[in-house]
């Protein structure tokens, strides 16, 4: 057996079964240290080994992941992985679970020894420091992306937060108007500048996001349809228009009755007012727009919506439970719950079925009875 050169490296079995080779490379720094790779079988191991050294006799550095410490990844990750595959507001909710709560809490450690216990250990630290479950939820549903991201990039062997089990909270509560609530709405907002905005969301059940972001070019009055094919957000850089929220959320849905007669409107009342200010409407132009023109606000939307429900004498709600409304609404009138989905921009069915259980008792009993009819016949 020949005798191992002096930093070659080795390779050896682990305890999970999976294989790990260590070997000397070259820091950023100029120094060396021994990084490690893994894989399934010893020859993958040899040959990931070899790159790794072949990089490194070339002169170019490697990343010591043994003294990389979880803030610093986590730092990188959001910067060179997050940013490029997620949508600002996505972004702006990550960066702000990491700053406040993961660094704090798991910044110091080593990422190379970061273990189930002490994921287990934060979580829980986190419970008993009031933060709600479903942040809770979000906060280890962030880890586990990150570190699945350094298993993939063979810095870590294994993602030990997936092995950390988060109990769910207690669901919540959605609170969807009564057909007679949302009558009671429309009524308070006749006149109201944002009228046919709420229409559009009890009708067709649009996101905050989805309804600022529409354009004169995405609805066909003639033909009564809607197009969502951007949304609105808030950025560090300002409001800009972004892809909707996933492939599902682009689509097009009917406009109802009184959606169709809100927009006619709106589009009346928004050239009188263009053509009084001196500025052109284009087809491109959002729907929704402030007097000067330039896109609207999604927080000063929420404080409008508080406003329309103390003026209608309604119970507060969330404006997204508009959008709650709205598939309520229709389940309970019978509508399948495959086409609620496409209304909403569901990516599945499942999560329709999941979100609205509270409908499913009565659509049931519905069923129920139409068997009844049937045999009664």
């Keep these: 057996m020949s005798r191992r050169a002096n930093g070659e490296g080795t390779i050896y079995q682990r305890k999970d079964g999976r ?10 720094s100029g120094g060396r240290a021994r990084r490690s790779v893994y894989g399934r079988t010893r020859a993958e191991v040899r040959e990931k080994m070899t790159a790794l050294q ?7 550095p490697v990343g010591a992941s043994g003294t990389l410490t979880v803030g610093d990844y986590l730092e990188a990750w959001l910067r060179d992985v997050a940013a490029v595959k997620v949508r600002p507001a996505t972004l702006r909710s990550y960066e702000m679970y990491v700053r406040r709560h993961l660094v704090p809490g798991l910044g110091r450690k080593r990422l190379s020894r970061l273990s189930p216990a002490d994921v287990r250990a934060f979580l829980a630290d986190r419970r008993a420091a009031g933060l709600a479950p479903a942040s809770v939820k979000q906060v280890h549903a ?21 092995l950390v089990v988060v109990p769910n909270g ?3 509560e959605w609170q969807p108007l009564s057909v007679e ?26 996101r ?20 969502v094919r951007q949304t609105l957000q808030r950025t560090t850089e300002g409001l800009v228009f972004v892809p909707p929220k996933s492939e599902r959320s682009r689509r097009t849905v009917p406009l109802p009755a009184v959606a169709k007669t ?3 409107e709106h589009r009346r009342a928004m050239v009188a007012e263009a053509l009084l200010r001196g500025r052109p409407m284009s087809d491109d132009a959002p729907i929704f727009v402030t007097s000067i023109g330039t896109p609207m606000e999604p927080r000063n939307i929420n404080r409008a919506f508080v406003e329309l429900l103390q003026l209608a004498g309604l119970r507060r709600i ?26 909403l921009g569901h990516s599945g069915i499942s999560l329709t079925m999941n979100t609205y259980t509270h409908v499913m008792p009565t659509m049931l009993r519905d069923a129920t009875d139409h068997m009844d009819r049937i045999f009664q016949a």
């Design 54 to 60: 072949r990089e490194s006799d070339r002169g170019a």
């Design 181 to 206: 609530e949302a009558r009671a709405l429309l009524d308070a907002a006749r006149g109201d500048r944002l009228y046919a905005l709420w229409a559009v969301a009890l009708a067709v059940g649009l």
């Design 208 to 227: 905050r996001g989805e309804a600022l972001g529409l354009r004169w070019c995405d609805v066909n009055l003639d033909e009564g349809l809607l197009r």
């Design 19 to 28: 294989w790990e080779g260590s070997c000397y490379v070259l820091l950023p």
């Design 262 to 264: 809100a927009l006619r």
């Design 318 to 343: 969330r404006l997204h439970d508009l959008r709650h409304t709205c598939a309520t609404l229709l389940l309970a009138q019978g509508v399948p719950a495959r086409l609620v989905m496409e209304v």
């Design 170 to 172: 207690p669901r919540h």
């Design 142 to 162: 962030i880890l586990r992306a990150a570190l699945q991201h350094a298993v993939r990039e063979d810095v870590l062997p294994r993602n030990v937060a997936r």
